[in-house]
Each structure stands twice: as C-alpha cells, then as structure tokens.
C-alpha cells in the first residue's frame, strides 16, 4: 500500500506522515526532499510554482512509488498534489491511495508563523489554495486535527 498525504503547505503531512510511518514501520518519504533545486529557490523567493515547474517533481515522486510498488514495499509519502491532473500523475497503481488533509486559511497562516526550517515562503499561502483542486475521491480528514487523532483516523479507515 502507498498513502499519499496531500493537501497545501502546513496542513500536517510530513508531521502525520511521519507518525503514521513510524506506527505502521512503513518507510516515510518527504515529497519536498524531491524538489529540483530551481524550484526551492522560486519558493523561498515567495514565486509560487506552475506547472511546468512541478512536472519534474512529480516525476520523482511518481518514480519513488513505482519503485515501492516494484519492491512491495508499503510506505506513506508526503506531496501536496494540489490538482486533479497531479494526482493522476502519482496513481500509478491501485495501491497508492490519497489523504486529504483539508484545512482552512486561517489555521495555515497560524502553523507558518511559528514553522522554522522549511523553505516554503508563507506569503504563498493564498497561491496554495488558489491552486488547490479539492478532491472528491480521497480519504478526507481534517487538518485542525491533532497529528495523533489523524493517525488514528486513518488506521481506522484504513483497517492498519
């Protein structure tokens, strides 16, 4: 199994998907970790990405979970995959199954005033939910949840 947490900047993937890695002892991967550095740089400069700048990137997410498929490894991953068109990108398989953790702006701009080292500007925050394609299809849970609860949550739904 491949869990895709998706959802905009702050809304707690990395810290939930490192919890839930932890509890499953499944491999966690950083989607951020896979950024080309151009695109680090546009970010820290608060220049929100298009498309074209997240292509590479998702392609090296998409290359981590085929991998996992191709090894049978079951791991969490951690990727914003703001569009319909992104996440097709990442499911390459039945296996891999999104998360959404939904969040509203207001609880995003309140996590980034106080988040230290991550490159992402918090002055795209709007660019975020501008981009963002809420899905229907995924597991949606919300965000204001603690790290904890959201875990549980998806153990639950997901019988793990």
Do not use: C
């Not at 950024?35 to 929100?48: E, F, M, Q």
């Not at 090296?60 to 097709?88: C, F, M, P, Q, W």
């Not at 080292?117 to 939910?129: E, K, Y």
Request: no cysteine.
């Amino acid at each position: 199994m491949i869990i895709v947490l998706i959802g905009v900047t702050g809304s707690g993937k990395s810290t939930v998907g490192k919890l839930l890695a932890t509890q499953l002892q499944w491999k966690f991967h950083e989607g951020d970790d896979l950024h080309p550095p151009a695109n680090i740089k546009k970010l820290r400069r608060g220049v929100p990405l298009g498309d074209d700048d997240r292509i590479p990137w998702l392609a090296a997410i998409g290359k981590t979970i085929r991998a996992a498929i191709d090894r049978g490894e079951n791991v969490v991953i951690a990727s914003s995959a703001l569009k319909d068109s992104y996440r097709s990108m990442l499911q390459i398989g039945p296996e891999v199954i999104f998360i959404y953790l939904k969040a509203k702006v207001d609880l995003i701009r309140e996590r980034l005033k106080h988040r230290t080292g991550h490159f992402m500007n918090p002055d795209l925050i709007q660019s975020q939910f501008d981009t963002l394609e809420e899905p229907d299809g995924p597991l949606l849970i919300n965000a204001s949840l603690t790290p904890e609860e959201i875990v549980r949550l998806i153990r639950t739904r997901l019988s793990l």
